[in-house]
């Protein structure tokens, strides 16, 4: 049963070009990710907010910027995409930021950059 | 810093034949593991993991043991099934963050 929901699916653009992704959880979880799939399958993570306070923010280009209006809400733009950026972004969320809890993700927005 | 190695890429199996993925980490905490799978076209969900107390964490007929001494979480089922075909992630979590450090991930593909 989804409880991470991510608009869109698919998105195609071309280089240069601003996108925005938008992530919802219903679990009422206090922490949220984005994780960025690339082509090779490799999971990395790119920033999580607790409580809409950004608390893991790893080296991500500058072009990448998170956004979060609460703490069921986390949005990601990219101000100017480059070939590299094509990837599956996955957000996820977690009851809070402890080490062992569950990540739900979401289903992932497909970014393709030509 | 921290990091999981999952030393196969595929590994292909027939229907009926025992499981074994590979998975080691290296952290300066005492860290805490956990399985991802990832079925075609859609998210990683969670599998399994590591228990404080030792114990042995299992789903699905999966189990995994958390081994300090060599500093292992090797996935293990007695028994493939055609649906147990995915990527499958290994995790490590970072204390107090919730960051999950994962794997390059092993893809499982059971034939009849």
């Known amino acids: 049963e989804t409880a991470v929901f991510q608009t869109p699916n698919y998105h195609v653009t071309q280089v240069g070009n601003e996108v925005s992704f938008n992530c919802k959880q219903t679990l009422g979880h206090d922490t949220m990710y984005w994780y960025k799939q690339d082509s090779k399958k490799l999971l990395k993570i790119m920033f999580s907010?607790?409580?809409?306070?950004?608390?893991v923010n790893e080296t991500v280009p500058r072009r990448f910027s998170p956004q979060s209006s609460d703490k069921a809400h986390l949005n990601l733009r990219i101000k100017s995409v480059e070939p590299e950026d094509s990837a599956v972004y996955l957000c996820?969320?977690?009851?809070?930021?402890?080490?062992?809890?569950?990540?739900?993700f979401g289903s992932g927005t497909r970014l393709t950059v030509l | 810093g921290d990091s999981v190695t999952q030393t196969e890429g595929l590994v292909t199996l027939t229907e009926g034949l025992p499981v074994m993925l590979n998975c080691t980490y290296q952290?300066?905490?005492?860290?805490?593991l956990f399985w991802y799978v990832q079925h075609l076209n859609e998210a990683p969900k969670l599998l399994l993991k590591s228990f404080t107390d030792n114990k042995r964490p299992e789903h699905q007929g999966f189990h995994a043991t958390l081994h300090k001494s060599s500093s292992s979480f090797h996935l293990q089922k007695s028994s493939a099934q055609l649906s147990d075909s995915a990527l499958y992630y290994c995790?490590?979590?970072?204390?107090?963050?919730?960051?999950?450090?994962f794997g390059h991930g092993t893809i499982l593909r059971v034939h009849p």
């Open positions: 952290s300066t905490y005492s860290p805490f």
């Open positions: 996820a969320s977690s009851r809070d930021r402890a080490s062992a809890e569950t990540l739900y």
């Open positions: 907010y607790n409580n809409k306070q950004l608390i």
């Open positions: 995790a490590l979590s970072r204390a107090n963050t919730g960051k999950l450090t």
